[in-house]
């Protein structure tokens, strides 16, 4: 079964910093792709960053709005992926939910990500 857990959001006022941790049980982080989305209230949940499937990092992407302040990492050891986010906008703030692409795909796939599991997503506030 897998289950994701959350930790670390909160409220910080502009141009500050937050580190969101993702831990995660019952993920093959030898294959698994990994990523964070967000979402504001009455509009539709975005990907804000991840690894694609394959087990490497060789296939990260951003979206545009936080490339360059933000960075997706994990530690396969504790299981664990975070997304550090620094210079933090008031436009950052959203509940951010992390999610996992746990699908099979024959070994020779890697790249994608189509998250199949999901968090239960931290809020984050930004004050200017």
């Known amino acids: 079964v897998v289950e994701l857990v959350e930790s670390g959001g909160g409220s910080v006022q502009a141009g500050g910093s937050l580190n969101l941790s993702c831990k995660a049980s019952?993920?093959?982080?030898?294959?698994?792709?990994l990523g964070w989305h967000r979402q504001v209230e009455g509009l539709q949940r975005e990907l804000v960053a991840s690894?694609?499937?394959?087990?490497?990092?060789?296939?990260?992407t951003y979206s545009p709005s936080v490339k360059g302040r933000f960075t997706i990492s994990r530690d396969s050891a504790k299981t664990t992926f975070y997304l550090q986010m620094n210079s933090l906008k008031s436009e950052d703030s959203a509940v951010y939910y992390c999610?996992?692409?746990?699908?099979?795909?024959?070994?020779?796939?890697?790249?994608?990500?189509?998250?199949?599991?999901w968090g239960q997503g931290t809020q984050v506030t930004v004050s200017s």
């Open positions: 690894i694609g499937v394959g087990g490497t990092d060789k296939y990260i």
């Open positions: 999610a996992v692409d746990v699908r099979r795909y024959p070994d020779h796939i890697t790249g994608g990500y189509s998250p199949n599991r």
């Open positions: 019952g993920v093959d982080f030898s294959r698994a792709g």
